[in-house]
């Protein structure tokens, strides 16, 4: 995947320095640097597997419109597929308007986004979720306890991969179904995690005789989870780029010319 793997990147718009965007969190300013200095990007568009939209985190949605629209008008690849072989990195969502290149944009295109999501703007089977940077000053209860409690949405959550490569197996509470853990098709969470419902009792001890096998993938799993500077092999930036990997047989809805 490493070497077969290619990846173009799209230029900004024009009044848009590339090296000069500005993202909200540590995770997209990474992900977006190992980016560019991967040798997954290449400069012929005809040897892509995948399409990536730049663009800052403060762009506006019309501005983001005329920019799907360029895309679409001065490059053959956007039409052919309406998008779904393209994506882009955005924490917070896309905004909904009626206009076709961000409806196109939203429903096809693979966004990467932070965990946790907002549920309304992460569409789960098509995006990416970016783990949270790991912490290497994690609280002393993560190294002495067989089970770590985390909420779901809290501050909590970004202690995820520190508890894991402590062997602190994480009992992650939330009121509904969790489809955006980090690495999904990767990490094998049921497998690593508790998964229970707020307000619920917790019987650890009918979970002690898995214990040893859960800390033991948690350990393995978090690895998948640390971001590196620069980045190396099975740490988050690569895990993320071999998501995108399983994405790159995309259905093209190639355009019918009516006769």
């Known amino acids: 995947m490493a070497q077969n793997f290619k990846v173009f990147m799209y230029q900004p718009n024009t009044n ?3 090296t000069q965007f500005s993202f909200k969190t540590e995770q997209e300013s990474l992900f977006y640097s190992s980016l560019q200095n991967s040798s997954y990007l290449t400069q012929h568009p005809e040897q892509a597997h995948l399409f990536f939209l730049p663009f800052s985190s403060d762009t506006s949605t019309r501005s983001l419109a005329r920019f799907i629209s360029r895309i679409r008008n001065d490059f053959p ?11 882009y990195l955005s924490c917070d969502g896309i ?3 009626n206009d076709r290149n961000i409806v196109e944009l939203k429903k096809n295109a693979i966004q990467i986004a932070c965990f946790p999501t907002r549920h309304r703007s992460f569409i789960p089977h098509k995006d990416i979720t970016l ?4 912490n290497p000053h994690a609280p002393v209860r993560l190294s002495n306890e067989e089970f770590c409690v985390v909420e779901y949405q809290n501050d909590d959550v970004l202690w995820l991969g520190e508890a894991l490569r402590l062997g602190c197996v994480p009992v992650v509470v939330t009121e509904e179904a969790v489809n955006d853990m980090p690495f999904m098709e990767v990490l094998r969470w049921r497998e690593m995690a508790v998964f229970v419902k707020s307000g619920v009792n917790i019987e650890t001890d009918t979970w002690r005789e898995r214990k040893g096998n859960m800390r033991r993938l948690g350990v393995v799993g978090s690895k998948h989870l640390r971001w ?10 690569n895990t993320i780029m071999y998501q995108l990997w399983l994405r790159r047989h995309t259905i093209r809805y190639e355009s019918v010319q009516s006769s």
């Not at 590196?228 to 930036?237: E, G, L, S, V, Y």
């Open 77 to 87: 690849y956007w039409n052919r597929s309406l998008g779904a072989d393209h994506f």
């Open 16 to 18: 848009t320095n590339i």
């Open 131 to 134: 783990p949270p940077i790991t």
């Open 95 to 97: 905004s909904h308007v």
């Open 228 to 237: 590196n500077r620069p980045a190396q092999p099975f740490d988050a930036f």
